[in-house]
Structure formats: C-alpha cells, structure tokens
C-alpha cells in the first residue's frame, strides 16, 4: 500500500514540493503519520524513507510474534497446568486431613477430634472419676446412648426423679 502512494508521488509534479509531502503524510495509516511526522522530514522522499522503514520494522515484529504465537499458548497451557496441580494439590491436602479427623471422630463428620493427641494422663472423667481419660471416652460407658448425659450420670438418671445433691 505503501509503495503505490510512493511510486504516485514520484511520477507526479509534486515529488519536491510540500504539499508532496503533506498529502503523503495524511495518507499513512496513524501508526506511520505519528512516527513520520515526529522525525520531523524536510522533503516528501526522506518521509517515504522513514515510514517505508518503519513499516518494513513493523511488519517483522508482527511477523516474528505471529510466529511465537504457539510458543505463547504452550506457555499459558503450562501455566494453566501448573496453576490446575496447585488446585489439585490443596484438594488432595484437604481430604487427607479430612479423613484423618474423620477417623479420629469414630466416623462421625466434622473437623473436630474427640481423640485427643495430647497427653490425657491429668485429665479425670466426670463420669466415673478416673484418671487419664475425659466422660465422653469413659470405658466404663457400656454403649453409645449414655454419651452426653450429663457429668457423672447415666441415660435415663434423671427421668421423673429428683436429682441428688
């Protein structure tokens, strides 16, 4: 496109003249325009000089970035992969824990442990009095339905009686 503006100019009577190089100005496309006319040229053959250069840069760097284009998604699938791992990483790290908790309750779904992992060795049941262990693991408790009635009594201690002091 280029060239046909600068083989007209050439053949016509303005090759020298100012207005040449105005009109040869105003046919570029804006890239060109700004970078021509900031070179400040003095004649219309040192402005078709410049954006003759400056297109021919121009049309290189888009012809070597069209050519990494598939280099650029090879780069952006591995960061979607790398970033997909990640993910997979935290997802994995949260089940392990959670089956862990989840064992450690008994079966029973929650994050928190009823089995403690620290030293039990100071703590007394309220259930039965002894040492080393709290009323919610009290051996002494035959079956599951005496849990959670109350500090040192059983199921069923306080339907229709007083409670004793």
């Known amino acids: 496109m280029l060239h046909n503006f600068v083989a007209y100019v050439s053949r016509s009577r303005l090759a020298g003249s100012e207005e040449a190089l105005d009109r040869f100005t105003k046919g570029l496309q804006d890239d060109i325009r700004a970078h021509v006319v900031t070179r400040f040229p003095s004649t219309s053959a040192e402005a078709q000089r410049i954006a003759l250069a400056y297109e021919s840069a121009r049309n290189i760097r888009h012809e070597l970035l069209s050519n990494t284009t598939p280099l650029v998604k090879i780069h952006d699938l591995l960061n979607t992969c790398v970033l997909m791992v990640s993910h997979l990483w935290i997802l994995m790290s949260f089940a392990t824990t959670f089956q862990q908790r989840w064992r450690n309750n008994g079966g029973q779904p929650g994050f928190r442990s009823y089995h403690p992992t620290s030293s039990m060795h100071d703590k007394q049941c ?40």
């Not at 035959?142 to 007083?162: V, Y």
């Open 126 to 165: 309220y259930n039965c009095g002894g040492m080393g262990h709290v009323a919610r693991l009290c051996p002494s408790q035959p079956n599951s339905s005496s849990r959670g009635a109350g500090r040192g009594q059983q199921a069923g201690d306080f339907k229709g009686k007083a409670r004793k002091e």
